[in-house]
T-cell receptor, first 112, second 109 residues
Framework: DAGVTQSPTHLIKTRGQQVTLRCSPKSGHDTVSWYQQALGQGPQFIFQYYEEEERQRGNFPDRFSGHQFPNYSSELNVNALLLGDSALYLC???????????FGNGTRLTVT | GQQVMQIPQYQHVQEGEDFTTYCNSSTTLSNIQWYKQRPGGHPVFLIQLVKSGEVKKQKRLTFQFGEAKKNSSLHITATQTTDVGTYFCAGQVGNQFYFGTGTSLTVIP
């Protein structure tokens, strides 16, 4: 029973570029959330997808967008990268709205 | 906006000593969850508290949810080196989780 898988594990980009991160939820989970975790900080909620639609959004600019596919996998896209976007991006899935979050290992994004 | 604060930010203890981290929310939570993140790892779910005043135990770990459902604590008795990591609370408001700032625990053998 595979857990949450994310790719790639590490990524280095230049300011102004665009990036796409990918996530496959745990088997049986249909809700996917994305979090940004800066060094030494707690995860900050970006948005949540359910039934292929963005259902909730945190305090992130429109440069951050996402998508959920019919198989429940998800992508996070960030345009016009800034140095401050450097962080660990975590994907989390859950089966119901009250159940715990299951996190992937994350994608470490470095913007230079 | 919604904020969840945790104290202390860092804690160094001798192995065998106790450890407590406190979590406070600016608004009432529907539930609170606790996660542990090892260095270089991802958050791993520990427990969920739902009821006002609820107390749950997992071996040496004791979790409490305040009567007003705005605060919570995690207490570890007789810490071990395997307890090293950052402990986060995550409060649920609506469909969204708000993570605390985390408490980084170092256990000195």
């Amino acid at each position: 029973d595979a857990g949450v898988t994310q790719s790639p594990t590490h990524l280095i980009k230049t300011r102004g570029q665009q990036v796409t991160l990918r996530c496959s939820p745990k088997s049986g989970h249909d809700t996917v959330s994305w979090y940004q975790q800066a060094l030494g900080q707690g995860p900050q909620f970006i948005f949540q997808y359910y039934e292929e639609e963005e259902r909730q959004r945190g305090n992130f600019p429109d440069r951050f967008s996402g998508h959920q596919f019919p198989n429940y996998s998800s992508e996070l896209n960030v345009n016009a990268l800034l140095l401050g976007d450097s962080a660990l991006y975590l994907c989390a899935s859950r089966g119901t709205l009250d159940s715990p979050l299951h996190f992937g290992n994350g994608t470490r994004l470095t913007v230079t | 906006g919604q904020q969840v604060m945790q104290i202390p930010q860092y804690q160094h203890v001798q192995e065998g000593e106790d450890f407590t981290t406190y979590c406070n929310s600016s608004t009432t939570l529907s539930n609170i969850q606790w996660y542990k993140q090892r260095p270089g790892g991802h958050p791993v779910f520990l427990i969920q508290l739902v009821k006002s005043g609820e107390v749950k135990k997992q071996k040496r770990l004791t979790f409490q949810f305040g009567e007003a459902k705005k605060n919570s604590s995690l207490h570890i008795t007789a810490t071990q080196t395997t307890d090293v990591g950052t402990y986060f609370c995550a409060g649920q408001v609506g469909n969204q989780f708000y993570f605390g700032t985390g408490t980084s625990l170092t256990v000195i053998p």
